[in-house]
């Protein structure tokens, strides 16, 4: 097969995959009816109404959940056949097909056990644990809720007031968007239709109405939903051959957040209280695996100092799609930090191995970093086009390899040392 018709056969399939996956929505397919939220507060947090399979049926998905599952078992027949079970690119597609087809599973089976046990497999589970089978996200959640706590409580930097409107928040957005996207059309806009203050489309950023932002909350929006979300989906449009970058199945999600996560930190923008708003849904997603209903999780919520309708959205994010109950939450919101170490080890690794060149890669569309090295090679072959649009710290790398230098050093000290050390020496002074 000449190297033309071999890129014909992959856009052709990465086209078909993208068309079919288009009505897919996994968020609108569990999201709550106004009624579920208005009978917990209208019960003062002391019941919660019963959410079944029944009630999430009622959502309509805009497809036929069988019919949809054929068309990507036909897309997988026509991939082995087309490429060959063995040939990398096919080994990809076919892993997006078979996600796309346990989403719709996950899908079906809202309001049930099963709806966790396939959310695990595409999201994972705070319990899983890192390369190293030694640490879990849980045990990341649990040191991160430790830490955090007390810095947050001691405000290490100035007041950030909440004073800018979802209006003025738009207006400021699509300023710095048109500066860093250099005229594409990427926008801020609001919606009425989300449960976050603010989620990214495919070319648009959207701003629920009646929000309230900081300074340093649109600066993180900038670069969180715009650097990182609107970034790689418009590299992955812009691909020539491999459209599938463009759009991304759960495996990537992992990676994708986090990026946005690895962004805030890098450009200086996050703060503790975000950082541990982030955390704490690990520890609530587990508590809901173990068995613990809507009221505990909103009482561990309300325990970390959120107030009433803060607790009632973070716990609306661990339980959609799932029974009030317990037993059964969506797992997705561990994905943010555990992305953030996955990410971060393998660009220290990358580092350390000399390849430097391969971290912008990161950035090329909706990727699991997994499949780096792999893309990687595909662009030395002409199927992979290189990321357009990288934020600075990534358009030049030697600030990202000399941190990445130091931190391989760093963590191989001893840190409960330095700790005991300087708690002796604050205890002295302090």
């Not at 661990?318 to 996955?342: N, Q, S």
């Amino acid at each position: 097969m000449s190297l033309a018709a071999y890129k014909q056969k992959i856009k052709t399939l990465s086209e078909r995959i993208i068309e079919a996956q288009k009505p897919i929505r996994i968020l609108d397919a569990i999201k709550w009816e106004p009624w579920v939220e208005a009978e917990i507060k209208k019960w003062k947090f002391k019941s919660f109404p019963h959410l079944s399979p029944a009630d999430y049926a009622k959502i309509k998905l805009g497809y036929n959940p069988a019919h949809k599952k054929e068309e990507f078992v036909e897309i997988a027949a026509q991939i082995v056949r087309s490429l060959g079970a063995k040939d990398p690119v096919g080994r990809l597609l076919l892993s997006m097909t078979e996600q796309y087809i346990d989403v719709i599973h996950m899908v079906e089976s809202r309001g049930t056990k099963k709806f966790w046990e396939y959310s695990k497999k595409l999201y994972g589970s705070p319990k899983d644990h890192f390369y190293d089978k030694n640490k879990s996200t849980l045990d990341l959640g649990f040191m991160l809720n430790n830490i955090l706590g007390k810095i947050h409580d001691c405000t290490p930097g100035p007041e950030q007031i909440e004073d800018i409107s979802a209006g003025r928040a738009v207006n400021i957005l699509n300023k710095r968007f048109k500066d860093y996207f250099h005229g594409l059309p990427v926008k801020a806009l609001i919606s009425d239709g989300i449960i976050a203050d603010a989620a990214a489309g495919s070319d648009k950023v959207k701003i629920k109405r009646g929000a309230t932002f900081s300074k340093r909350d649109i600066d993180i929006l900038e670069v969180h939903e715009g650097w990182v979300h609107l970034g790689t989906t418009l590299n992955g449009k812009s691909q020539s051959v491999a459209k599938w970058l463009s759009k991304g199945p759960p495996r990537c999600t992992t990676t994708q957040e986090g990026l946005a996560v690895i962004m805030e930190i890098f450009s200086f923008h996050t703060y503790p209280k975000r950082a541990q708003t982030i955390n704490n849904r690990i520890l609530g997603i587990n508590m809901a695996e173990d068995g613990a209903n809507i009221l505990d999780v909103i009482r561990f919520f309300r325990d970390q100092g959120y107030d009433e309708n803060e607790c009632l959205t973070m716990a609306k994010r661990v339980f959609r799609g799932g029974p009030l109950e317990g037993g059964a939450p969506f797992t997705k919101d561990i994905v943010y930090c555990r992305g953030f170490v996955e990410n971060y080890n393998f660009m220290r690794a990358a580092i350390r191995l000399g390849k430097p060149h391969l971290i912008p890669f990161l950035f090329v569309g909706k990727v699991n970093v997994q499949d780096i090295p792999l893309l990687y090679r595909l662009h030395q072959e002409g199927i992979v086009d290189a990321p357009k649009i990288l934020p600075p710290q990534f358009r030049d790398l030697n600030g990202v390899a000399v941190w990445m230098a130091f931190s391989s050093f760093l963590n191989q000290i001893d840190m409960n040392l330095i700790q005991k050390h300087y708690d002796d020496l604050f205890k002295k002074y302090l």
